[in-house]
């Protein structure tokens, strides 16, 4: 069997009504939907935070207008265009060559249809999705051309992203497909044509229970000080984790909420918490500069995007330090490897001050990846978990990061345990198979050892 990805198919939609219709009257003087222009604001242009749209009847996705075939009495000025199969883009004559008029939304509903966690765009090649890990074409989705993806993606803009995107040739801001999904968007340029990345976003937030995190991760969101860290590289889930250690805090809590987002990606409702989100470029020019007034905005828990650079992790530290719960994001691997690049961020001479003040501040590290499940049937996922006992707080403060797997090996008592220990628990409740743990296990050993391989 070929390695090739295989196109995945989409349901059918009937136009024989349609067809018929005009075969008896004719065809309409506007036959077809006007075609945005690439620099102005299209009719469907959907703003992130813009109120969704009546639900579509269900079973009955919004179609994209077919091309008609000309009447009967028409003069046969020039050969009609085939109509449009149910997921191709009706095709528009130009009197040279054919545009497509295909929309991001039309792209979005099939990847949803599917299942689908990220969608990719970009010029020759038809609109991929990712399925449980895995890379798949959209079948019936043509080749996209340089043209047709600029078109596309400048609909979906408001004028202040194109100039924002047109200024520094990368954008990342959030798109609502009204009623049914919300998406981060990443477009940048490549090869002299964009591209483009979109991750789903559910509108509702999963409980963590829902999500296979241990207990103790919850824990974190009852917590009334400190600075807790979610990590893991990109696409294992940390938006996810947090968005749900967040709700709960919202649910069990009277507190007020701040978050600073870059893009806002879940949106929290008020519940029992008071709940402010502020998104970068849009709501304040940076993560710094949130951080330097949110302690003047009586936060009691601040949730930061991510931790970008000195300035931000400091002022987060500090804002641990002075009675506020404080979680963030960074893309490291495990535990040991976050305190490190927590403390080598800053200058030599700050880091024994920094080490100090972290083990004094921190509560928990979350580090957490997906694999693969066994039965082929989506993804799990597999955590590292510290939580900062008086022993954690001492290497720390020591410098003595290397130990801290060993720690935490021993910490079970505390809710603590290790990517490896975790990954061979899902190896024997069959979970995952031993290869699948394998790829993402730290220490390969290590792993063997706890599966009984060695």
Not at 7 to 35: F, I, T
Not at 65 to 91: F, G, K, M, N, Q
Not at 118 to 128: E, V
């Amino acid at each position: 069997m070929s390695d090739v990805p295989q196109p995945l198919p989409r349901p059918e939609r009937d136009v024989s009504q349609l067809l018929e219709r005009v075969r008896r009257n004719g065809v309409p003087q506007q036959a077809h939907a006007p075609q945005p222009q690439a620099y102005g604001q299209p009719a469907y242009a959907q703003p992130a935070y813009a109120q969704p749209a009546p639900a579509p009847v269900p079973g009955l996705a919004p179609a994209p207008v077919p091309t008609l075939a000309p009447s009967p009495l028409a003069a046969p000025a020039a050969a009609a265009a085939p109509a449009a199969t149910a997921h191709e883009a009706p095709r528009h004559s130009t009197g040279a060559e054919d545009v497509v008029s295909l929309r991001v939304d039309d792209v979005l509903e099939a990847a949803l249809e599917l299942g689908a966690s990220d969608i990719h765009l970009t010029t020759g090649s038809a609109p991929m999705v990712r399925l449980s890990g895995e890379l798949h074409p959209l079948e019936n989705f043509p080749e996209l051309r340089p043209e047709d993806l600029q078109t596309m993606l400048y609909a979906i803009m408001t004028q202040k992203q194109r100039e924002t995107f047109e200024a520094n040739l990368e954008l990342d801001f959030a798109y609502a497909l009204a009623s049914k999904s919300r998406f981060r968007v990443n477009i940048y340029r490549q090869r002299e044509s964009l591209g483009a990345a979109l991750r789903r976003i559910p509108f509702d937030i999963k409980p963590l229970e829902d999500l296979g995190v241990p207990p103790v991760v919850g824990s974190f969101s009852q917590l009334q000080r400190g600075f807790v860290l979610v990590t893991g590289p990109t696409g294992s889930g940390k938006s996810t984790t947090l968005a749900a250690v967040v709700d709960m805090a919202n649910r069990t809590r009277r507190d007020h909420i701040m978050t600073v987002e870059d893009p806002i990606e879940f949106l929290h409702k008020h519940k029992s918490c008071l709940v402010n989100q502020r998104e970068v470029g849009e709501d304040t020019k940076s993560f710094a500069n949130a951080l330097k007034h949110v302690l003047r905005q009586d936060p009691d828990i601040i949730l930061v995007g991510e931790m970008r650079d000195l300035e931000t992790i400091s002022v987060a530290l500090t804002a641990a330090e002075t009675g506020h719960l404080v979680f963030g994001t960074l893309h490291t691997q495990d535990a040991a490897q976050t305190i490190d690049r927590i403390i080598d961020v800053f200058p030599a001479n700050q880091q024994q001050q920094i080490r100090v003040q972290l083990a004094s501040a921190l509560q928990g590290i979350v580090c957490q990846t997906l694999v693969k499940r066994a039965d082929g049937r989506g993804r799990a996922v597999a955590t590292e978990v510290l939580v900062a006992t008086p022993a954690i707080r001492n290497l720390i403060r020591e410098g003595k990061t290397h130990q801290i797997g060993s720690a935490m090996q021993a910490g079970a008592q505390f809710g603590m345990h290790t990517l490896d220990q975790h990954l061979a628990e899902l190896v024997r409740t069959r979970q995952i198979t031993f290869e699948a743990g394998l790829e993402k296990a730290h220490a390969a050993d290590e792993f063997r050892r706890l599966t009984g391989r060695m």
